[in-house]
């Protein structure tokens, strides 16, 4: 295909990608490294009879003069990364040189919004991702020496946890565990504590959480590895059974080697989107116990007055843990393309 | 010979039926919990006292004579108007997969018959792209909007929605377009087509399978989007899931769970249809990018 005709085919869904995603990229980092004008205060001196009292007044026109010169606002550097808000350097060092233990510095840490939101969101990811990787596979294995017939319906309602609305999802599960829910209730049965409330304590609702996330997000899992399956190379597990291979060894030494990049693929993916966790928190009511970064960052856009600047300087550090998540990832691509060239 | 080597022992089976039962409860039940639940009171709904009545509908009985109610529905789709979230996701979800797909049949059609070395570069952009919460970006937009005042209007939600679907759109395509071969639209243009022609005379009929499949990913981006339509909508314009998001905030002060619950229904609905007809290009669909990779 000649260049010419590749740029025309090519120019809708760039420019749709350039304009809508590389543009606002670089919008959102100059939002973080400016502020918005602070208003122009005029001082005037109002002298009568009973003395001279000063006034501070707005000054509309130089405000707006000002806006209209510097229409990204003032420049503040990394001012608003270091605040305490979002990176908190000042505290932490503070922290640091006043604490004596370990466990105490991570506590002061914890108290910080953005590491307390980026706490949450690691161990979300990390947690969630493993777990639903094992149930997937379990789910596939047991699915797949199924009878035929059985299958498709099995299939049907294992898609339904992952198809559905993830607000919409947490919100029915957040139905049912809430204290007089169904489940709430169970629970409250079994642990003999008529009080229990998931909500309450923080270990519970990131417990909760983290079993929301593995719900959604299992059935993917299970599809793509009972894909897998079904081009699992057959004579090989025969020869392990012929070998005396028992049915754990012929899953660990041919199954799991011949999925294996499937998982990795799985993998990456899910911790793209769990590093993004938002409408579990939002459903599950869960934002005094558990904030996310994503959480932050529309907590900011959300409120009476929109925090741009704020919610901007957390998104920039958002990709940026994107980034390094996904970096081996990319220097894998890049080396499997230099190696096929 | 091998089918008897295969043979589980009856101890196995019983355990792998056993987990699938329970996997398929895990999966199915809240679903059919909900919808249960959705035609009863509030008091049955969440019945502390006892669980057996959010099955029997005794409170519902007493209040409307009957154990079902539709009174959740009328609340929310009447009183609250929840129909014109419905119309309003319905027209975001026709445009954006539309124009979506459109776009994307075009770049992805291009990158899978260009062998330069820029097409890597782009599917790469595409992945990191795609790796972007769109959240993120949605500070970058709000300034622009505003100051050309297309804040909260649909067309707007559309168009984001349309970009932050292309990098999937692309590598769905992409990857699917590889698939028919290259004779096929090179011989068209031997014959004298110009590139155009071909893919509109032969590439255009045979990509239904790959772009229905990619169509409804783009659907379930569009349907099932919180981020965007929550901080790029006005309240009128508001599609369902933000809908259902500021119904927690005001119904649950008003104890008006029910419309919540009804309305949760009602959005879970058209996805059941979904799956039910188009289950398996949704399987197909999650398994392109991975066999690939």
Redesign the interface.
């Given at each position: 295909?000649?260049?010419s005709?590749?740029f025309w085919?090519?120019l809708?869904?760039?420019l749709?990608?350039l304009?809508?995603?590389?543009?606002?990229?670089?919008?959102?980092i100059s939002?973080s490294v400016f502020t918005p004008h602070e208003a122009v205060f005029v001082e005037s001196e109002n002298c009568g009879p009973f003395g001279c009292t000063t006034e501070t007044t707005i000054d509309q026109d130089a405000t707006a003069a000002l806006r209209e010169a510097k229409p990204l606002g003032q420049f503040v550097g990394l001012q608003i990364y270091l605040d305490r808000g979002h990176l908190a350097t000042s505290e932490v060092a503070a922290a640091w040189r006043s604490t004596d233990s370990m466990g105490a510095f991570f506590k002061t840490i914890n108290n910080l919004p953005f590491y307390r939101a980026m706490g949450f969101t690691l161990t979300y990811t990390f947690t969630v991702t493993p777990l639903l990787i094992i149930l997937g596979f379990?789910?596939a294995?047991?699915?797949n020496?199924?009878h035929r017939h059985l299958k498709?319906l099995?299939?049907?309602?294992?898609?339904?946890?992952m198809?559905?609305?993830?607000?919409?999802?947490s919100?029915?599960?957040f139905?049912?565990v809430?204290?007089?829910?169904?489940l709430g209730?169970?629970l409250q049965w079994m642990a003999d504590d008529p009080d229990l409330s998931l909500k309450a304590s923080t270990g519970l609702t990131w417990i909760m959480l983290i079993v929301y996330g593995v719900?959604h997000s299992a059935?993917?899992a299970f599809?793509?590895f009972y894909?897998?399956l079904q081009t699992l190379p057959q004579d090989t597990l025969?020869s392990s059974?012929?070998d005396g291979a028992t049915?754990w060894q012929q899953i660990r030494y041919v199954v799991i080697p011949h999925i294996m990049?499937?998982v990795?693929?799985?993998a990456?993916?899910q911790i793209?989107d769990n590093?993004?966790v938002?409408?579990p928190i939002?459903g599950f009511?869960a934002e005094a116990h558990a904030r996310s970064l994503?959480w932050i960052?529309?907590n900011?856009?959300?409120g009476e007055t929109?925090l741009?600047s704020s919610?901007?300087t957390t998104?920039?550090l958002?990709?940026l843990g994107?980034?390094i998540l996904?970096s081996p990832v990319?220097v894998r691509?890049?080396r499997d393309?230099n190696s096929k060239a | 010979m091998a089918s008897q080597l295969n043979k589980k022992p009856l101890a196995l089976s019983l355990f792998s039926t056993g987990f699938i039962v329970i996997w398929l409860i895990l999966a199915a039940f809240p679903f059919i919990w909900t919808l249960w639940g959705s035609f009863k009171v509030e008091l049955d709904f969440f019945s502390k006292a006892d669980w057996t009545n959010a099955l029997t509908g005794a409170r519902t009985t007493v209040e409307y004579g009957s154990p079902f109610t539709g009174a959740g529905y009328h609340g929310a789709w009447v009183q609250e108007e929840f129909w014109r979230s419905v119309i309003n996701t319905a027209i975001v979800c026709f445009f954006t997969v539309t124009i979506s797909l459109t776009l994307g049949t075009l770049g992805g059609y291009a990158l899978s018959r260009s062998g330069f070395k820029y097409v890597f570069w782009l599917l790469i952009a595409a992945l990191i792209f795609r790796a972007m919460p769109p959240i993120t970006l949605v500070s970058g937009y709000l300034l622009q909007f505003f100051n050309w005042n297309v804040w909260g209007i649909l067309p707007t939600t559309i168009i984001v929605l349309v970009a932050i679907n292309q990098p999937f759109t692309l590598w769905m395509l992409h990857s699917f377009f590889q698939k028919i071969p290259k004779e096929l639209d090179e011989s068209a243009i031997v014959d004298g087509c110009t590139r155009f022609q071909a893919f509109r005379y032969v590439i255009i009929p045979v990509m239904w399978p790959g772009v229905i499949t990619t169509g409804l990913f783009s659907f379930l981006l569009a349907y099932n989007d919180f981020a965007v339509t929550t901080l790029l909508l006005a309240e009128e314009n508001r599609t369902m899931v933000p809908a259902i998001a500021a119904f927690m905030g005001t119904t649950q002060t008003e104890g008006n769970v029910m419309f919540a619950v009804a309305a949760v229904v009602s959005a879970t609905a058209p996805l059941f249809v979904l799956v039910m007809f188009f289950q398996r290009q949704i399987v197909s669909g999650l398994t392109a990018g991975a066999v690939k990779g």
């Open positions: 295909m000649r260049h005709t590749f085919f090519f809708p869904t760039g749709a990608m304009l809508f995603i590389a543009f606002p990229i670089v919008s959102v939002q379990a789910i294995v047991a699915v020496s199924l498709g099995v299939i049907f309602f294992s898609l339904l946890p198809i559905v609305t993830p607000l919409i999802g919100l029915i599960l139905w049912m809430d204290s007089r829910g169904v209730n169970f719900w059935p993917f599809v793509v894909a897998g025969e059974r012929i049915r990049p499937l990795t693929f799985v990456l993916i793209m590093f993004r938002l409408e939002i009511n994503s960052i529309l900011d856009l959300n929109q741009l919610a901007a998104s920039v958002t990709i994107v980034s996904l990319l691509t890049w393309f | -």
